[in-house]
T-cell receptor
Framework: SAVISQKPSRDICQRGTSLTIQCQVDSQVTMMFWYRQQPGQSLTLIATANQGSEATYESGFVIDKFPISRPNLTFSTLTVSNMSPEDSSIYLC??????????FGPGTRLTVL | GDSVTQMEGPVTLSEEAFLTINCTYTATGYPSLFWYVQYPGEGLQLLLKATKADDKGSNKGFEATYRKETTSFHLEKGSVQVSDSAVYFCALSGHRVDYKLSFGAGTTVTVRA
C-alpha cells in the first residue's frame, strides 16, 4: 500500500476564488489520479496526473477549470479555479501501486459559498 | 464505455445478519474488479479485488467472486457487525494501460445492534 496525505483537509471558500489541493505520497508512483465526490454521490474521475507532461482529462473536465501539476513521482496538485457553489465536493487523489490497486488519500472537503 | 451498476441502498441489517450487495458491470475486455469501503468520517479504503474470471477476493470476512458469465461481482458477508456500517462502492478498472476506475453509485449499509 501507500501512505497518502492531502492538504488542506477541508476549506470554505468564496465563489470566484481558486483553491489548490496538494497530494503527497510516501513512495514514488507512476500513476496518480484526481477524483471528485459530490455530496451523497459516487466518485468521478477528473484527470490522470502525468509526470512531466500535461494531465489527461475526462469528459466534462477541462484544464482551465482544474489545472493539475505533477512535478515529480511523489507529489501532485489540483487547482479548482473560479469556484462556484456547484464545486462543493470532496476531492481525492489516488495512486496506483504495482499490483494494479488504487489507494486513496483522505480527501479535501471543499465548500464554496 | 465501462460502467458499474450497484444495488442502491440504504440497507439496514441487524447484527449477525447476512449481507449481500449486488454489483454488475459492463466492460470490453477483461476488467479488474474492486470493492471499496468508506467508513463514516473516513477516506476510501480498498476492501478486496479480483483480477480474472472465477477469482474470489476476500478480506475482513467479506467475499466477492468474479463471475464473467453473469458479469457480476456481488459482495457478501456471513455475519455483519455494527462496525461494518459504511458505504460500499463497487468499481472496475477496464484498461490495462490507463487503470482508470469506474465506480458504482455506492450502497449505504447500517448495522443495528
Amino acid at each position: 500500500s501507500a501512505v497518502i496525505s492531502q492538504k488542506p483537509s477541508r476549506d470554505i471558500c468564496q465563489r470566484g476564488t481558486s483553491l489548490t489541493i496538494q497530494c503527497q505520497v510516501d513512495s514514488q508512483v507512476t500513476m496518480m489520479f484526481w477524483y471528485r465526490q459530490q455530496p451523497g454521490q459516487s466518485l468521478t474521475l477528473i484527470a490522470t496526473a502525468n509526470q512531466g507532461s500535461e494531465a489527461t482529462y475526462e469528459s466534462g473536465f477541462v484544464i482551465d477549470k482544474f489545472p493539475i501539476s505533477r512535478p515529480n513521482l511523489t507529489f501532485s496538485t489540483l487547482t479548482v479555479s473560479n469556484m462556484s457553489p456547484e464545486d462543493s465536493s470532496i476531492y481525492l487523489c489516488s495512486v496506483l501501486t504495482g499490483y494494479n490497486e488504487q489507494f486513496f488519500g483522505p480527501g479535501t472537503r471543499l465548500t464554496v459559498l | 464505455g465501462d460502467s458499474v451498476t450497484q444495488m442502491e441502498g440504504p440497507v439496514t441489517l441487524s447484527e449477525e445478519a447476512f449481507l449481500t450487495i449486488n454489483c454488475t458491470y459492463t466492460a470490453t475486455g477483461y476488467p479488474s474488479l474492486f470493492w471499496y469501503v468508506q467508513y463514516p468520517g473516513e477516506g476510501l479504503q480498498l476492501l478486496l479485488k479480483a483480477t480474472k474470471a472465477d477469482d474470489k477476493g476476500s478480506n475482513k470476512g467479506f467475499e466477492a467472486t468474479y463471475r464473467k458469465e453473469t458479469t457480476s461481482f456481488h459482495l457478501e458477508k456471513g455475519s455483519v457487525q455494527v462496525s461494518d456500517s459504511a458505504v460500499y462502492f463497487c468499481a472496475l478498472s477496464g484498461h490495462r494501460v490507463d487503470y482508470k476506475l469506474s465506480f458504482g453509485a455506492g450502497t449505504t449499509v447500517t448495522v443495528r445492534a
